[in-house]
């Protein structure tokens, strides 16, 4: 059986094949992409202020639409009102469709039109002809600073402090220009970056000691004290300074001024002389120990001074918060601080408690570069702990005396004793500098030795202690018995023994066989043996 071929069907594909076979004409032209551009609702709603004008940082969206391609990027420009742009001036490519604008505000005024436009790529890169342009009334809000108060300086510093803050802007930090310092004058300030938020003023040594009036401070910025060729003037070694900052914005509208009065001492000498001794009596034994201190240097030498006993205990011990002299933050004040003095005299009733506690577990990281500039140091200083395991690998100040370990008594023994005319015997290295024998002049209970052993430390002193145990039994201590040593350098000297009674500022050691006070001879020996200055 035969089939009839389809005859309209046919007939179609041959009119199709003949058109397609006659095809002729041009690909239609590339459209420039299409722009709309908008405010995000947070913007609206946080940031509307008087008169309906808004701040001058935006949150601003926008799209494209490109009906022969994609759009592949922005450009995006802002211009006050009464500007005239080039067509082709101030675009900013992006390829975000949304972004935190800072519009601008010329300086001196508080309000602006600002128009704000935003024009499609596509992806041959061809331009919207007709960029989405709005013009936006805005407003602008001061800044805003405040120090920090948890970083101020104490009350009393010597010729270099520092000073932490935060600054704030409503219209967004980026509209932040500058902030600026100074001191004793509100009127005349210096600027520097808004990216700092911690600066360090250190006055030249020299011109302090010249007995200037007022001096310039050169000035550090951050945290890693960025020097700068900046310099503050007006900084008044021996009175009272008041330092100022405040912020400025883009369009140089300045915060309120934030201040703070202190009061810097005048550093004189290159000799320090540090009361760390934290008990009600600290003037008996301040005024022995600078007595003996006057008596070995030149004379008419010139010793400066710093207090850190307050707070201080009424009794003969008890735990105190850390002095309220010392800065709250160790870096980097106190550290340039130290570095001022090439010889530091240290008398504390405690030294290896806490950071929290005692002030030299703190401060002992800080005289890092006092000791890299050659520095030497007399630290006369009990060694008893509290407790019986107390853990002392992170103490500082154990890291930095010339002890081994501090003695931490088993708990059989009650308590140790020196007692009256017990021996304490120099050894060969300090027989060597001068260190004479010495005895007990009356009973201690408070005196503990400590262990000094390793190649970096020298035992100078070792006492002859009795134990008493808690069941009352006696006898000779067979331990650790060190009671003065120094580094093998030579550039820190530890005495734990009392050399003088803080109720009477008297002797409490005699040299060996005579009725000779033995304070002298001793602290004469290790001042000459760290090469301090001498008459």
């Not at 094949?17 to 299409?34: H, I, T, V």
């Not at 701040?55 to 969206?61: I, K, P, Q």
């Not at 009600?280 to 034994?285: E, G, K, L, T």
């Not at 707070?311 to 106190?334: D, I, K, N």
């Amino acid at each position: 059986m035969s089939r009839t071929p389809n005859v309209a069907w046919f007939a179609a594909l041959l009119v199709f094949a003949s058109c397609d076979a006659g095809f002729e004409g041009n690909r239609n032209a590339n459209e420039p992409p299409e722009t709309r551009l908008s405010v995000r609702d947070e913007s609206l709603v946080d940031n509307l202020g008087e008169a309906g004008r808004l701040r001058s940082t935006l949150r601003l969206s926008w799209v494209g639409d490109d009906a022969d391609g994609f759009v592949a990027g922005f450009e995006v420009r802002t211009f006050p009102e009464d500007a005239v742009p080039g067509a082709e001036d101030g675009w900013t490519y992006t390829t975000s469709n949304d972004s935190l604008l800072l519009l601008p505000i010329p300086g001196g005024s508080s309000v602006a039109n600002v128009f704000v436009q935003v024009r499609a790529v596509d992806d041959a890169g061809l331009r919207d002809p007709s960029p989405a342009s709005t013009l936006f009334p805005i407003r602008n809000s001061p800044p805003a600073i405040a120090l920090s108060r948890f970083e101020l300086p104490p009350d009393t510093t010597f010729t270099i402090v520092s000073f932490a803050w935060r600054a704030t802007d409503p219209d967004g930090v980026q509209n932040l220009a500058s902030v600026s310092i100074g001191l004793n004058d509100s009127t005349t300030f210096v600027e520097i970056d808004p990216s700092f938020d911690f600066v360090t003023l250190v006055a030249d040594r020299d011109q302090v000691r010249s007995g200037a009036a007022e001096v310039d401070a050169a000035i550090y910025l951050g945290r890693g004290v960025q020097a700068t060729s900046l310099r503050l003037p007006g900084l008044r070694p021996g009175g009272d300074n008041t330092f100022y900052v405040r912020a400025v914005d883009q369009a140089d509208t300045t915060s309120t001024i934030a201040r703070h009065t202190w009061h810097v001492k005048r550093a004189v000498s290159n000799v320090l002389y540090v009361n760390d001794y934290r008990l009600a009596n600290h003037p008996n034994v301040t005024a022995w120990h600078m007595a003996r201190l006057r008596a070995h240097l030149p004379a008419g030498y010139a010793v400066d001074s710093w207090d850190l006993s307050q707070p201080y205990t009424t009794g003969s011990s008890g735990t105190v918060p850390r002095s309220a002299a010392l800065p709250p933050v160790a870096e980097p004040m106190l550290r340039l601080t130290l570095s001022m003095f090439d010889y530091l005299y240290w008398v504390s009733s405690s030294t290896i408690g806490t950071a929290a506690t005692d002030n030299m577990p703190f401060v002992a990281p800080a005289l890092s570069d006092f000791f890299e500039n050659g520095g030497r140091m007399l630290v006369h200083s009990p060694t008893a702990v509290a407790g019986r395991d107390t853990d002392f690998t992170d103490n500082a100040a154990v890291l930095l005396l010339p002890l081994s370990r501090p003695l931490v008594l088993p708990d059989s023994i009650g308590r140790l004793e020196l007692r009256t005319n017990a021996a304490v015997t120099p050894s060969a290295a300090a027989a060597a500098i001068g260190l004479p024998a010495l005895v007990s002049d009356r009973f201690f209970i408070n005196v503990r030795p400590y262990e000094a052993t390793g190649t970096t430390i020298v035992p100078l002193y070792t006492g002859v202690f009795a134990y008493r145990t808690t069941r009352g039994a006696s006898g000779t201590w067979p331990g650790a018995s060190t009671v003065a040593s120094m580094s093998a350098d030579r550039r820190i000297a530890l005495v734990s023994i009392p050399l003088v009674n803080d109720q009477t500022g008297e002797s409490q050691f005699k040299v060996a066989g005579t009725s000779d006070a033995a304070g002298p001879a001793v602290v004469g020996a290790l001042l000459d043996a760290l090469e301090f200055p001498k008459r």
